[in-house]
């Protein structure tokens, strides 16, 4: 399989991978260790391997200890290891001087780089799936035994390929979350975009910037564009006092280990929403005590130096934003008064989270094969694959947007090694199980436009 975005793909595989970040990565890595051999393929939307680009600040820091990796909770002795990454950069020894456990971002998504290099001859980049099919019978009660998915490569004006998969693995990452009624525009950024879009505008005409959210994100953009931006006022909404600390503990961190998913898939209604009433704080809206005690720090220098350029607009939420045509007018409602204010100002950026990947835009006619929950989500068994129903005997497993059963890691570093492990072990024990081999792809049709 090309690792390039160009020409047209097509193939029987084992293994079909949607999307190629961190996630579906550990799986390739997963697969590439596994004793018993299977054919993969892995097609992505993006142009390269990219995670979370537009919030590589210089400043931000990894949240996971550098042994969460992509393989080192599975497979200590892999060779995809940080620390085999680091050794291969002649860096082990200094980064063990640092007496650090947390490598910045942009480490880490070097690292990420330095791994997928080993998988580009599995990887077809600027290729999006665009729907999975059940193959054509002539007995609808047949069993289906593999899916067909439909690739297109190039942009939505791209030729349509298509390629059959007898287990296809999802992992087509977070979508990001505009507050309610504020969409993006040349003044109104989403986070994931920051640094992109940062570095390509007028630096020198942000004199007023406000930043939407109460989470990591946004307290690291706050930072960033108060240390970048000397001379501007920089205004931090937030739906309450201050920024609320990461629960950190080492008691608190368990809830993020393998054993802790087996806790929550296999409990009771009651248990796992007693886990997220009790464990959120581990990782939504939370930031780390340093960069919280940074901030204060700098609104307390203001105060001394009565330059005051960290404002916090605290206890409210942006309720609307105009385009005015030189400025962006923001609309701000406090909770506390009940009453609304506006102000003017060069930028917005909603640092407002991201909404769980999911699937079923792209299971089509396989969805109606897929149980749901009576509240309307997907069933998703213990080896993240979706519950189905006969005839759909191939497995169809997602990466993500699995938080109503497998808990607060589902869209997080801590676990995807060992997800990544579980998945390949499922995927080829179901493969040997059916063939007593883990080969024999199915055919493919032909290629359609």
Not at 318 to 341: F, I, N, P
Request: hydrophobic fraction near 40%; glycine fraction near 10%; charge should be negative.
């Amino acid at each position: 399989m090309r690792s390039s975005g160009t020409g047209r793909c097509s193939g029987s595989y084992d293994v079909v991978g949607l999307g190629f970040g961190p996630a579906n990565l550990a799986l390739a890595i997963a697969l590439e260790e596994h004793r018993h051999p299977v054919t993969a393929a892995f097609f992505e939307r993006q142009n390269t391997l990219g995670w979370h680009r537009g919030m590589l600040l210089p400043s931000a820091k990894m949240q996971v200890a550098f042994m969460k990796d992509l393989a080192t909770f599975r497979n200590p002795t892999s060779r995809f290891s940080f620390v085999s990454y680091l050794h291969a950069k002649e860096r082990l020894a200094r980064f063990v001087n640092r007496q650090d456990f947390f490598p910045t971002r942009q480490e880490f998504h070097d690292y990420l780089q330095w791994a997928e290099s080993a998988f580009t001859d599995r990887v077809t980049y600027g290729a999006e799936a665009v729907a999975l099919r059940l193959p054509p019978r002539t007995d609808p009660a047949a069993p289906v035994d593999h899916v067909y998915v439909d690739v297109r490569e190039g942009g939505g004006s791209g030729a349509v390929s298509t390629v059959a998969a007898r287990n296809v693995v999802i992992s087509t990452g977070l979508t990001p979350r505009m507050p309610v009624g504020i969409e993006r525009d040349r003044r109104v950024w989403h986070s994931s975009e920051f640094l992109g879009r940062f570095g390509a505008c007028d630096r020198a005409a942000l004199k007023r910037v406000a930043v939407v959210g109460a989470g990591q994100s946004a307290a690291e953009v706050v930072r960033f564009l108060y240390d970048t931006l000397p001379g501007t006022t920089v205004y931090a909404i937030l739906p309450s006092y201050g920024y609320s600390i990461a629960e950190n503990t080492p008691f608190a961190n368990e809830v993020f280990d393998a054993s802790a998913v087996d806790d929550f898939h296999g409990g009771s209604q009651r248990a796992k929403d007693a886990i997220w009433r009790y464990h959120r704080n581990t990782n939504y809206s939370v930031v780390d005590d340093e960069v919280i005690k940074d901030l204060y720090q700098r609104a307390y220098d203001d105060e001394v130096s009565g330059d005051r350029r960290l404002e916090f607009v605290s206890l409210s939420r942006v309720t609307g934003v105009k385009d005015t045509g030189d400025a962006t007018q923001v609309t701000v409602h406090s909770l506390v008064g009940d009453q609304a204010a506006e102000f003017a100002v060069d930028l917005v950026v909603c640092a407002t989270g991201y909404d769980a990947m999911a699937p079923g835009g792209l299971l089509g006619d396989l969805d109606a094969h897929c149980a749901r929950h009576q509240d309307g989500s997907h069933v998703v068994e213990r080896d993240y694959r979706l519950a189905t129903s006969s005839p759909l005997n191939c497995g169809i497993y997602v990466q993500g947007g699995t938080e109503h059963t497998h808990g607060l890691s589902s869209s997080l570093l801590s676990n995807v090694a060992v997800r990544g492990g579980e998945i390949a072990d499922s995927i080829i024990g179901r493969l040997l199980g059916e063939t007593g081999s883990a080969s024999g792809t199915p055919a493919v049709p032909g290629n359609r436009r």
